[in-house]
């Protein structure tokens, strides 16, 4: 129903900066809501950023301060920009999406997701 399509992630030392693009195609509702989780090796996808169909937005602690995330309706595109980048963010990063408007902060209840893009933060 709904495609969605990672890019910009990359290898970044510490204290630097990346911006995450996620591509959305087919059928999409216009308050849905869409966030990104990110995956380290060994660990639980984990909540990173999510803004509501109403356009509320909210950070896990971690990255509160040092990411921002952001859509642009027009182009079907949900954006995070990482700042100060620590080697503790290094993971894979998804982008998600759902069919309600609800800001949920677990995988469960995303019903599309992309395929994730790697980012590594050396030291």
């Known amino acids: 129903q709904v495609q969605l399509v990672e890019s910009g992630g990359g290898l970044v030392q510490a204290g630097g900066s990346l911006r995450l693009s996620c591509a959305a195609s087919g059928r999409t509702g216009s308050n849905a809501a869409m966030g990104w989780f990110r995956q380290a090796p060994g660990k639980e996808r984990e909540f990173v950023a999510v803004?509501?169909?109403?356009?509320?937005?909210y950070y896990a602690d971690s990255v509160k301060g040092r990411f921002t995330i952001s859509r642009e309706n027009a182009k079907n595109t949900l954006y995070l920009q990482m700042n100060s980048l620590k080697p503790e963010d290094t993971a894979v990063y998804y982008c998600?999406?759902?069919?309600?408007?609800?800001?949920?902060?677990?995988?469960?209840?995303?019903?599309?997701w992309g395929q994730g893009t790697q980012v590594t933060v050396s030291s």
């Open positions: 998600a999406a759902r069919s309600g408007p609800s800001a949920l902060f677990t995988p469960v209840g995303y019903n599309y």
């Open positions: 803004i509501s169909g109403s356009g509320i937005i």
